[in-house]
């Protein structure tokens, strides 16, 4: 069975034909990244206007790279929760009109769904159940993934998701936009164990996080080393932040396992791709006797397979839509996306 998947839930807009959830017939991805760059963060705005301008071409070159005409399509799978509203809305729109056109189903997908499907991609024995680590630019959860489509969110941000914390500490450090990569590459550069960082712990609450307040210590060092013209380490700054980071993540990410009784460990989402916190759930997971799964690197960011992928198994579920589907800025992930 061939999907074709839609995301345009921010700065990517990607369209993508798999065959089956695992075989990747293309990946066309256009990145609005040098755009927002200029703004240091994504503009909504420009971001919607930029999916409009890219989705149609997109699509043609997704089809031609997988060797598919239109009548070889069978569903098509979009993302249609959560992300930028006006974003999200011009894919759901786009993929509204494909599936009406040829006839087809539409499958509604969430996005962190799709992030975890990724490793469907690239792992072919991968199958659930096992305890997702889903961390991104604007989401940071404990998933237990009990079947391709039954989750249970365990513990989560209260704040700042992970990746919106590396984006904003990149900024004051002076690091290109998404800052991820770059504080993370900076970082390599350093020991670190020179900066004391906050971390903070949920009372009540041991499986949930707050990132506010290591965004905030870190904004506050990058000035008071300005007003008292005092030069910061920057590179042990940023190693010291993904060391914090990966602190909040990773002790967490093993006792939500082991309350469910998880054997499999998966990471997916953009901030998987970091360095540090790879590194530690290595540690973690052999130490614990988990098998861990870590989606390669061009599979972490977002991308229009992931979400074929995950289209996939809604659709085997019954879960497609029909076309009153709308966008959602916000959705429950162990929520039912049918007809919502
Ligand atoms: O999953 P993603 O591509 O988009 C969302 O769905 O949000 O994640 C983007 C986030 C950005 O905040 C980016 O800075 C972060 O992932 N990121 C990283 C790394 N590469 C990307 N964060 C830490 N270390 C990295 N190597």
Do not use: W
């Not at 609005?32 to 989705?55: F, N, T």
Request: some cysteine.
């Amino acid at each position: 069975m061939k999907i074709i998947g839609f995301e345009s839930s921010c700065d990517e807009t990607a369209v993508s034909v798999v065959e089956d959830g695992r075989k990747v017939l293309s990946d066309a991805v256009a990145s609005q990244v040098e755009i927002h760059a200029l703004y240091g963060g994504v503009v909504p705005e420009i971001a919607s206007r930029k999916h409009v301008e890219a989705i149609a071409a997109l699509t043609e070159k997704a089809l031609e790279d997988a060797g598919c005409t239109r009548g070889d399509i069978d569903a098509v799978a979009v993302t249609c929760a959560p992300g930028l509203i006006g974003a999200v809305l011009v894919g759901v729109s786009f993929a509204k009109s494909v599936a009406l056109g040829l006839g087809v189903p539409l499958v509604p997908v969430h996005h962190i769904r799709g992030h975890i499907a990724a490793n469907y991609l690239a792992f072919p024995e991968l199958e659930p159940p096992f305890l997702a680590l889903a961390i991104s630019g604007g989401n940071t959860l404990l998933i237990d993934v009990a079947g391709y489509t039954d989750m249970r969110i365990l513990g989560g941000t209260r704040d700042d998701a992970a990746g919106e914390c590396f984006d904003k500490a990149a900024r004051v450090l002076g690091l290109s936009y998404p800052g991820g990569k770059p504080m993370d590459d900076l970082g390599r550069q350093s020991a670190g164990g020179v900066y004391q960082l906050p971390h903070a712990q949920v009372d009540g609450a041991p499986l949930d996080m707050s990132f506010s307040g290591l965004k905030t210590a870190v904004v506050n060092l990058a000035h008071h080393a300005g007003q008292v013209g005092e030069e910061l380490d920057r590179a042990a700054l940023a190693r010291d932040f993904s060391q914090a980071v990966s602190d909040t993540l990773v002790p967490r990410t093993m006792e939500a396992a082991r309350l469910a009784g998880r054997k499999t460990v998966v990471a997916a989402g953009g901030v998987a791709a970091n360095s540090v916190i790879r590194a530690d759930l290595e540690r973690a997971c052999r130490k614990a006797g988990c098998k861990l799964y870590l989606p390669p690197l061009r599979l972490c960011g977002d991308n229009g397979a992931m979400i074929a992928a995950q289209g996939y198994y809604e659709f085997l579920a019954g879960h497609t839509a029909g076309m009153e589907l709308n966008a959602y800025a916000t959705r429950d992930i162990a929520e039912e996306l049918k007809n919502p």
